[in-house]
T-cell receptor, first 112, second 113 residues
Framework: EAQVTQNPRYLITVTGKKLTVTCSQN?????MSWYRQDPGLGLRQIYY???????DKGDVPEGYKVSRKEKRNFPLILESPSPNQTSLYFC???????????FGDGTRLSIL | DAKTTQPTSMDCAEGRAANLPCNHS???????VYWYRQIHSQGPQYIIH???NNETNEMASLIITEDRKSSTLILPHATLRDTAVYYC??????????????FGKGTLLTVNP
């Protein structure tokens, strides 16, 4: 089954403790992206990747890192998480940047 | 990207057609209209997209006005499972800022029994 898989689905952690949210897709998609969703602010793009080793900032990249060493994986790294990064995070992928995106089920992060 | 304007919320009776409007009066010639929806806290789901011709797929129909300044997403027979936030997004087909996908606030469609 074609899908975008995020892990973990839920995480409660503390300020400053590095964490990684993994994202994997099995559709051989070139384009991958991370979004965060907050009440009243909607979905905002954090980072995107056009292909392996090609990444760029979205609208809210501060405090996040990404890497794209393999086509299928696009992890989101929070080096020093802070409470304002408490949010619902979605990973998405598409065949190319201008094609419809497939979204994962989301990761709910709480940073205390 | 051109901005879009959608009503904040709409209601629809189960079994009836749901018509969701979107205004994109500043759309330019190479910009597509995309529709996604998000059922409560799930990942957004792609529905349909078009440039200037009307489009139909198994989920919905997209009607774009001749001047392309507005469009309507039609769910022909709404069910309770169609209750969701519907996002209308305009995105160009050339590079640069179009590499990003920008969601607005969307329309909360509530389908009532």
């Amino acid at each position: 089954e074609a899908q975008v898989t995020q892990n973990p689905r839920y995480l409660i952690t503390v300020t400053g403790k590095k964490l990684t949210v993994t994202c994997s897709q099995n559709m051989n998609h070139e384009y991958m992206s991370w979004y965060r969703q907050d009440p009243g602010l909607g979905l905002r793009q954090i980072y995107y990747s056009m292909n392996v080793e090609v990444t760029d900032k979205g609208d809210v990249p501060e405090g996040y890192k990404v890497s794209r060493k393999e086509k299928r994986n696009f992890p989101l790294i929070l080096e020093s998480p802070s409470p304002n990064q408490t949010s619902l995070y979605f990973c998405a992928s598409s065949l190319a940047w201008n094609q419809p995106q497939h979204f994962g089920d989301g990761t709910r992060l709480s940073i205390l | 990207d051109a901005k879009t304007t959608q009503p904040t919320s709409m209601d629809c009776a189960e079994g009836r057609a749901a018509n969701l409007p979107c205004n994109h009066s500043t759309i330019s010639g190479n910009e597509y209209v995309y529709w996604y929806r998000q059922i409560h806290s799930q990942g957004p789901q792609y529905i349909i997209h078009g440039l200037k011709n009307n489009e139909t797929n198994e989920m919905a129909s997209l009607i774009i006005t001749e001047d392309r300044k507005s469009s309507t997403l039609i769910l022909p027979h709404a069910t309770l499972r169609d209750t969701a936030v519907y996002y209308c997004i305009v995105r160009g087909n050339s590079g640069g800022s179009n590499y990003k996908l920008t969601f607005g606030k969307g329309t909360l469609l509530t389908v009532n029994p």
